[in-house]
């Protein structure tokens, strides 16, 4: 198997990757750490979309669901659920259609929609996902949704410890021996405190999500790993 | 200060940097620490170019100039020299003007050419960077070659170590968080023989390029911090 990351969504659209690879979408803060939530907690499925308009629109599909995201961190007016995992309870989400939009995660899972499989990764699940995957014959990539096109720390932390874990039966890309040494680095010392100096986990935490982040950088705590197919995410 | 690094020369383009910051050019993998070497043997100018006919044309500025430069890491027929540091002997660069074309390293300067300032950094030349930005009021961009517009490792492990001798006095973007801590990881072991499984090193090596690349890993051996200005890198 060969593993490659991608940092942001435009560095993966520019490789042209062939088709027959699989695909880990890893948006830590917080959108794949809040779906994986979602369906630990028995959410029926989650459909993805770009903007608050085809969200409305979506919503005239499935008459039922929730409607999910959010802007700039905070959640959308009128819409049922932020983007806290906090939120995805299973009283909430349980047999539920859910409609979300957040920034980055959804530029992502599109970007990603012709590989053969892609499935949703975080810090909560990369056991359940690094068991999923260790069987594979495919090669993988590893896309990280970034921060509006730029990198973010969080999400290439998360990839480096998928791809250490997976690297006994690896050969690992350049970008993917990068994320292992930085993710390497990082668990020498108290890892929360050293990722709140990374952009987005500041910015969450001074905007009062600061339980969020702390959530979201717990490991192998859901053995949930979501798939997205369709233009749908289901468990 | 503030420190951003751009893996990529596009990553630099499209984030739009205000003018007025210090742009490091890195392309360790060889231009970076050919220049250097050259400006440390007494070579007067290199002047940077992105095409055989561009080298062919600019000569006609120069008459006694030597042709440089590499495609696909092998010298360019017809050229004087290609992209080895062992090449640029003061015997051979002494006062002369130098047209190089490499494939990597010239993107990046033109990318940077707004910046305040522009200087070509490597390991060879580390300490003496550092020695020169740590005085300065600018932010700083790091931007790394890459290999034709990917991710290089060599290059960011070396931003890195610079991110980190700076980062006393500097607020460190997410990208120079990432690289300090893989530069701080490769350390803890043989340097020298991890990178060597990254892919341009291990291309290098596999072309007979071996003892180029070890030497392009030596750090603070040359006290010369080249500047590209006006279309022109001197010492």
Known sequence: MHISICFTPQDYLRQNFRDDHIAVVVDVLRASSSIIAAMANGCRQIVPVATLEDAQTR???YADALLAGE???FPIPGFNLG????????TVVADKTIIMTTTNGTVALKAAAEAVNVYIGAFVNAAALCSKLAETKHDLVLLCAGTQGRFSLEDALCTGLIADRLSSNAKLSDTALAARAMYNDFCCGD????IMES????????????DDVAFCLKT?????????????ITA
């Open 199 to 210: 952009s987005h986990a500041a910015y969450l935490s001074k905007s009062g999500f600061a």
């Open 71 to 73: 802007r700039q961190a």
């Open 59 to 61: 919503r005239r599909d």
């Open 83 to 90: 983007n806290s995992p906090f939120e995805y309870s299973r």
């Open 191 to 194: 890892f929360v405190k050293r």
């Open 220 to 232: 192998d705590i859901f053995e949930i790993v979501p798939e997205f197919s369709d233009g749908v």
